[in-house]
């Protein structure tokens, strides 16, 4: 098909995109308006004078249609979604293919390397433009992340910017954080901030989306000789090496993010982002700080490491089940560093074999959202919870007996932190120099890359019993507290940009 010929096709898709959404958002205020209705104890009509004060009175006349009217509007709001995702795969088919980066077809002679580079490429790395602060603006505490939403309040992304609010803190500065890659709608940062121990206000905090920008758009980032410029993840560890910035970044390197991409273009991307000497690391854990630190020569000279206060003691350690035990698997499919389909495997082997009994044991898995549940051989059913709120998630911690959390990287992971600070024996697996987590809990069982050791340990962690497992929290090391966590690192690499 010609290229003259895409160009319709691409707008008209682009139209239909918002169309089919827009009509299915429409459905979805229809549906939820419905179900209120139904369900609610108030039936928003004027019912007759007759039946004003009889708790019996008939409802079908009201209820059964608006049942019809909330199916119908559930089944179109299904049709329009999945209309709406086709358009979308053909505006970006379309789109790939008018640029030159989709290559099923040839439709023009030669693209310009910004197009052929900066479409292409997984992540958008397109550089940020520098630009001169406003008059009298006084220097700012700045984290690029590539997304910022409820659902970042996890992990490496919550450390992040709690690694900022810190900095914010010490150094009375404000905090700016500049959206990268998603742009999301924002929820409250100053009630993450003050349950990390941290009192940040809301008006203290400003939030700037550059995720727009494209090698034809460009967006603007206005430097002051006195910002304090901190990226956690390699695509906005790369961004910040392509500013003239007066000083060091802080490079938050929570992981080692080549091995999360297979051998190719944006696995050296990530690699190259270590080896400059224009950052000041900061690594999560001691282990990331020694694997790092036997690659990199600048990190070894340069380099600290906090320990992550993830501990959920605080809240109360695990509670002891009178019926059957629990097990809680982290799955997430989408991130393979967490080895879901041998971690499913190895518990379902440790069932179907009879090394664990399934008739004493409940499985739950949480993660990642629209995982169906997991009916094992054995006829035992690991129920998906799917991406849990963090308050929901940390009164689970307190229910689970064992809790299988797989990593092939070489940060320990925090559902195995989180899940051992309380309480829960945990299984993981080796990599590289993390061969002992004993340093933060007994409650660790180390297992090697193969399925069968995987079972074994399983089945290891599984026979300690409630009162031994509560008993070795007394010789736990995994911390509580934020800002005693990070408190001499961010002293002392205040000091160290104040001198440069």
């Not at 179900?35 to 009201?62: C, E, K, M, Y």
């Not at 992304?157 to 709690?162: D, F, G």
């Not at 409630?466 to 090391?477: F, V």
Request: hydrophobic residues 45%; positive net charge.
């Amino acid at each position: 098909m010609r290229r003259s010929l895409w160009r319709p096709v691409h707008l008209l898709a682009r139209a239909d995109r918002y169309l089919f959404f827009g009509l299915a958002g429409k459905c979805q205020t229809i549906e939820r308006r419905a179900h209120r209705i139904i369900s609610g104890p108030v039936i928003p009509v004027r019912l007759p004078s007759a039946w004003a004060s009889d708790a019996s009175a008939p409802r079908w006349w009201v209820v059964t249609p608006v049942r019809i009217i909330r199916r119908l509007a559930y089944k179109t709001k299904n049709v329009m979604d999945r209309a709406g995702h086709y358009s979308a795969r053909v505006e970006g088919k379309a789109t790939r293919l008018l640029a030159a980066t989709d290559y099923s077809a040839r439709l023009i002679e030669s693209v310009s390397f910004e197009t052929m580079f900066y479409g292409s490429i997984r992540f958008n790395v397109c550089p940020l433009k520098p630009a001169l602060p406003a008059l009298g603006r006084k220097g700012k505490v700045t984290l690029l992340i590539p997304a910022l939403s409820e659902k970042s309040f996890f992990g490496g992304t919550a450390s992040a910017l709690i690694v900022a609010g810190m900095f914010a803190k010490v150094s009375g500065r404000n905090l700016r954080i500049i959206e990268t890659i998603v742009h999301a709608e924002h929820v409250s940062l100053s009630g993450f901030f003050k349950l990390n121990g941290l009192s940040l206000r809301d008006e203290d905090i400003e939030i700037v989306d550059v995720s727009s920008r494209s090698h034809k758009v460009h967006c603007y980032v206005d430097m002051h000789p006195d910002d304090i410029f901190i990226a956690s993840a390699w695509q906005d560890a790369h961004l910040l090496q392509r500013l003239p910035l007066a000083t060091k970044f802080v490079y938050v390197i929570q992981d080692f993010e080549p091995i999360f991409y297979a051998n190719g273009d944006v696995s050296v991307m990530a690699e190259n982002t270590y080896r400059p000497e224009n950052f000041i690391p900061l690594c999560n854990t001691r282990l990331i700080y020694e694997f790092m630190s036997a690659r990199y020569r600048h990190i070894e000279k340069a380099g600290l490491w906090f320990e992550p206060a993830v501990s959920r003691v605080g809240n109360g350690a695990s509670v002891r089940n009178t019926g059957k035990k629990k097990m809680f698997v982290y799955g997430r499919p989408h991130v393979e560093r967490n080895l879901f389909y041998t971690v499913i495997n190895a518990v379902n082997n440790v069932f179907n074999d009879g090394r664990l009994d399934s008739r004493e044991w409940d499985i739950c898995m949480a993660g990642q959202d629209n995982i169906a549940d997991i009916a094992l051989s054995s006829g035992l059913v690991i129920r998906n919870l799917g991406k849990m709120p963090l308050n929901e998630y940390v009164d689970l911690t307190k229910t689970i007996d064992l809790a299988v959390s797989l990593m092939m990287a070489p940060h320990p992971s925090y559902p195995v932190l989180e899940m051992a600070s309380v309480g829960a024996a945990v299984v993981t697996t080796k990599y590289a120099n993390k061969t002992d987590l004993g340093r933060y809990s007994k409650n660790i069982f180390m297992a090697d890359l193969a399925t069968e050791d995987i079972e074994a340990k399983i089945a290891e962690a599984a026979s300690l019993s409630y009162d031994e497992r509560i008993a070795a929290l007394s010789s736990n090391r995994i911390e509580s507290d934020w800002e005693s966590a990070l408190r001499d690192q961010v002293s002392a690499i205040m000091a160290t940009l104040g001198s440069s």
